[in-house]
């Protein structure tokens, strides 16, 4: 609810495609061009909202050509619930010479993070991802947003904890999953967004 992503599918409903991925031999291309280009590289960061969302034939692909071609270890963004639901993904991720990987957890209380977010994330997907990756051995890096505006009669009326109680549970959350490295920013309701209607 506090992202561009939802108005951008609504720009782009329609058209052939929404999602759209480079292939791994490009992308090899691509890195091995920055490598030649500048040889103190030692780490890629690939920022794609998803890297993986199924361990597909492209996933299986990169697992393979990645070590091989460019040899790297690499960064990538990725939804605890895939992880959780396709445990497969992060086998391929670590055959390919993953380093670390972040899955957010934007909110340790459970409303917040699924009914203002709207995230359809439970506390136990987040821990069984978490865990997944402690199991591999993958640093984690986890992102929450704190300071989230709730109406007084919103708060008594589900129960809710006051706004500091909520970001301390977030923080809490962070601390149980294990996450390597944690990053706490405060909302920003951009204007046309869903949490900024709200």
Request: glycine share 4%; with cysteine.
């Amino acid at each position: 609810t506090y992202c561009f992503n939802r108005r951008y599918n609504r720009l782009y409903s329609g058209s052939d495609v929404i999602v759209s991925r480079y292939s791994v031999k490009r992308i090899c291309e691509e890195a091995n061009f920055i490598k030649r280009n500048w040889p103190e590289t030692r780490f890629i960061k690939f920022y794609d909202d998803n890297f993986a969302l199924k361990p597909d034939e492209w996933l299986e692909e990169f697992s393979e050509m990645w070590p091989k071609a460019v040899g790297l270890p690499f960064f990538c963004l990725i939804r605890a619930n895939i992880v959780a639901g396709k445990p497969r993904i992060l086998e391929l991720l670590k055959r390919a010479g993953i380093h670390s990987l972040s899955m957010s957890v934007e909110s340790g209380n459970d409303y917040v993070r699924n009914k203002i977010f709207e995230r359809d994330m439970s506390k136990k997907v987040l821990e069984k991802a978490f865990q997944m990756t402690w199991d591999l051995n993958i640093p984690t890096f986890s992102n929450t947003i704190l300071g989230v505006p709730i109406a007084k009669d919103e708060e008594e009326k589900f129960g809710l904890p006051n706004d500091l109680k909520r970001n301390i549970e977030s923080i809490d959350a962070n601390i149980r999953l294990r996450a390597t490295i944690t990053e706490y920013a405060i909302l920003f309701p951009y204007p046309g967004t869903a949490i900024g209607d709200y």
